[in-house]
């Protein structure tokens, strides 16, 4: 069976229909019927070769939601008919010590969904099954498919970092902000959102922010000033990172989830004179995004979207590239 996608050929080029016969089923292998996929800015640095990843023809798509329609024979955790959904990875070693620690993400060895594969701007997919995770109940799949790559990229340093008593920082309130925001908020945390848009506050609260800084306003951070326990980047332009380290308190962590145009520049002494960190966090194992999963039906964490047919695939993935986004794009078959 032909499998129908929409992939760029090139470079930066438009994404055309595409029709591709897929690698035969493995033991461990699970053919999903594709419902919905989510647009994540990480596509469009994949189409338009800013990181240097991947090859063409290129089919962009790593948040996806459907149903099985087949399963290899070694695949005994699901079934036909069940709704799963898979993220920006598609397959580890599972024997290393990452495998192992449940870190499946920084196995050597980790395999990403539409990196030298055909991702989920499609009608079917084929993965290994092992890194297809059922969808909870509560969650509608429109709502779920960004939480596949949005959700756990958030939920996973948030994890890690941050106790319900935190006061926490949320840079970008954008596709993985708005997120972050829901997610620390139904931790317990106090949450602040950290905006150069100041007609975003509204909608900030409403995703759980208790209080709002807008940067373009002087001296906003200052007033922040060694207020913060966690504050998590999620922006694509560089931020101002001595402000940012300035508003954490002693022992604080500045964590990067967004991967921004510019090297980072930090004055040491900032770190040393409070014990302060930077550090960075990429996706999450296994674990991590089956407990965000149920972690986000129980609390109702879902991401805010505007659902677009299939068939404009490269008019949305353009709308994702401009910035029009609020805050997710979902295709849907």
């Not at 640095?45 to 329609?69: K, Q």
């Not at 099954?129 to 709502?143: M, V």
């Not at 001595?242 to 500045?254: E, K």
């Not at 990429?282 to 999963?293: D, F, K, V, Y």
Request: with cysteine; charged share 20%.
């Amino acid at each position: 069976m032909s499998f129908h996608a929409h992939a760029a050929h090139s470079k930066k080029s438009a994404l055309k229909p595409f029709v591709y016969e897929p690698v035969p089923l493995g033991p461990h292998d699970v053919e999903i019927r594709i419902s919905h996929c989510g647009i994540c800015h990480s596509d469009v640095h994949l189409v338009d070769g800013d990181w240097g990843m991947g090859s063409y023809p290129m089919v962009p798509g790593h948040e996806i939601v459907g149903t099985i329609v087949a399963a290899g024979s070694e695949v005994t955790h699901l079934e036909a008919g069940q709704r799963v959904g898979v993220g920006w990875q598609r397959g580890a070693c599972l024997a290393c010590e990452a495998c192992g620690n449940g870190d499946e993400n920084l196995c050597p060895e980790n395999e990403a969904t539409c990196v030298g594969h055909h991702g989920g701007f499609a009608d079917r997919i084929r993965v290994d099954g092992r890194f297809a995770f059922p969808i909870p109940e509560g969650l509608a799949s429109e709502n779920a498919a960004p939480l596949l790559c949005g959700g756990a990229t958030v939920y996973s340093p948030l994890r890690r970092f941050v106790k319900p008593s935190m006061r926490v920082g949320v840079v970008g309130i954008g596709g993985l902000g708005h997120l972050a925001l829901q997610f620390a908020s139904a931790m317990g945390c106090e949450v602040t959102a950290i905006s150069s848009t100041p007609d975003k506050e509204t909608e900030a609260r409403s995703f759980g922010a208790h209080r709002f800084l807008a940067t373009r306003e002087p001296k906003a951070l200052l007033s922040a000033a060694s207020s913060l326990d966690f504050i998590l980047s999620t922006v694509f332009v560089t931020p101002d990172w001595d402000a940012l380290i300035g508003a954490l308190r002693p022992n604080g962590v500045l964590c990067l989830v967004g991967v921004t145009s510019e090297p980072l520049a930090v004055q040491a002494f900032a770190l040393l004179a409070g014990q302060k960190t930077v550090t960075g966090s990429a996706i999450g194992g296994r674990p991590a995004i089956r407990e965000m999963l149920a972690f986000a039906a129980r609390h109702g964490v879902v991401a805010k979207v505007q659902v677009r047919p299939l068939a404009e695939a490269d008019a949305a993935l353009g709308d994702v590239r401009k910035g029009r986004a609020r805050y997710r794009v979902v295709l849907a078959a």
